[in-house]
């Protein structure tokens, strides 16, 4: 326990400097763990303090939900050292529990594997950052806090290299800048669409690789990672994923293009059940040895039988 010595400071700001050990982020889950209290009560971490307040912080870096239980699960391991691994996800593998849906996700199998991951989000171990179901490949997993912290903070500032394909409807520029401000729909609370203002500011560079009417093989180099950003951005451009229905991307989009290709959209739709979205490359600076990494994973077979498909549509 100890005395604040400062006043007019956010609580959670003022732990991070009396405790250089510890990022904001950790201190902020451990304020809302209950693990920190102001003269005996929990607060919040946007607490404004005045000086002269007792702190208590009672930390408990091995706290766990509970319900997160170890399941055998085969994982497709890219990389994996002493601090990080690296895993190629598979589509329809959720990344870690939510409502409703406890068991059978990425972190469930992490926890199997894994003798040890971070604890700076004591609910999700090991998750630095997340991919949605529907979209497989790279992502990464951090084995300690320090290095947890360290790739968070790769990515708040912008310096993780990341390479998406997709296979969106329409013929699409061969290059271009989608940006703007992402935030919730205003009807559908688990959707996200492009805002004039009050969202998060998004930007992702885009090239298409390969036109095969009436769909485009793209790449994508998001730079900033919000929820959906990448879905939410195609569509605002016309161009909505291919398999993405609650983003435009559905299969009645096939009633838009000529009769010429029902026949092999049928054929795409029947190899893709899912949203046509790959992360292919991430490239980080390695917190430990500071050497630029370079990961990738392979484009998945579906998405690699549908190009299969639509180039012998070509010949």
């Not at 055998?72 to 601090?83: A, G, T």
């Not at 990080?84 to 409703?100: E, F, M, R, T, W």
């Not at 940006?179 to 959707?191: A, P």
Request: with cysteine; net charge neutral; hydrophobic share 35%.
């Amino acid at each position: 326990m100890f005395t604040v010595d400062q006043s007019h400071l956010r609580l959670d700001q003022y732990l991070t400097e009396k405790l250089p050990d510890l990022s904001r982020s950790k201190i902020q889950n451990f304020i809302k763990l209950g693990q920190v209290k102001i003269d005996g009560k929990a607060v919040k971490p946007s607490l404004i303090l005045q000086g002269d307040e007792k702190i208590e912080c009672r930390f408990e870096p091995e706290l766990r939900n509970e319900e997160l239980a170890a399941e055998p699960m085969d994982l497709d391991i890219i990389h994996e050292d002493d601090d990080l691994a690296v895993i190629n996800k598979p589509s329809g593998l959720v990344v870690h529990p939510g409502s409703g849906n406890h068991s059978g996700t990425l972190l469930n199998g992490l926890i199997h594997h894994f003798d040890q991951l971070s604890r700076t989000d004591s609910f999700r171990p090991g998750i630095v950052h997340r991919l949605d179901k529907d979209t497989s490949g790279v992502i990464l997993i951090a084995k300690n806090d320090k290095t947890h912290n360290a790739l968070s903070e790769q990515f708040n500032q912008r310096m993780v290299k990341k390479e998406y394909f997709a296979l969106a409807w329409g013929h699409i520029e061969e290059k271009g800048v989608i940006q703007g401000e992402i935030g919730r729909h205003h009807r559908n609370r688990k959707l996200f669409t492009m805002v004039e203002n009050g969202g998060r500011d998004s930007l992702t560079r885009f090239e298409l690789l390969e036109y095969f009417p009436p769909l485009s093989w793209v790449k994508l180099y998001p730079e900033t990672g919000r929820t959906h950003q990448l879905r939410v951005h195609l569509k605002s451009i016309g161009h909505p994923i291919f398999g993405d229905g609650a983003y435009g991307g559905g299969q009645k989009n096939s009633k838009s293009f000529h009769v010429k290709y029902t026949q092999i959209l049928n054929h795409v739709n029947k190899t893709i059940k899912r949203v046509a979205l790959h992360a292919h490359k991430l490239e980080i600076t390695h917190p430990g040895t500071e050497e630029k990494l370079n990961f990738e994973a392979p484009v998945p077979l579906d998405l690699q039988s549908a190009l299969d498909l639509l180039k012998n549509e070509q010949s």
